[in-house]
């Protein structure tokens, strides 16, 4: 099952869980590229930075998913950007805390929010960016 077919609002864990493996998956996929482009000194070094990002990444995908379906459900209405917004910006202040820098917060928090906030509208209006044009 994938995070568009649980209804929004509904079933925050399996939401939480989701978002959660897909930042995992594209924290190891970064690390593996920042580990090729800046080779470390020792297999401990590399394992230490691998951790780390994909620790980071993980948190960031939960505290999404958890964040816009609890926002969801409080604000009863399901199916607003506006909760997407809500909880990319939820994760940029992770990356934020992570790096003790207010200034990255909250630039992560304004573009990871309007990034998830397009892509529920894209998502909504079906919106296509591979693929065949439509006639």
């Not at 509904?10 to 800046?38: M, R």
């Amino acid at each position: 099952m994938g995070y568009w077919d649980v209804p929004e609002g509904t079933d925050c864990i399996q939401k939480t869980w989701i978002s959660a493996k897909l930042g995992t998956a594209l924290g190891l996929v970064g690390s593996a590229y920042h580990l090729i482009v800046y080779p470390p000194e020792t297999a401990l070094a590399a394992l230490q930075r691998t951790t780390s990002a994909t620790v980071t990444m993980a948190t960031m995908g939960a505290v999404f998913g958890m964040t816009t379906c609890l926002i969801a459900q409080a604000r009863e209405a399901p199916d607003d950007p506006l909760n997407y917004f809500i909880g990319g910006c939820a994760s940029g202040v992770i990356l934020g805390a992570k790096t003790h820098n207010a200034m990255t917060g909250t630039t992560a928090c304004l573009g990871l929010g309007t990034l998830a906030f397009f892509t529920k509208v894209g998502k909504m209006e079906g919106w296509r960016l591979f693929g065949p044009p439509r006639l």
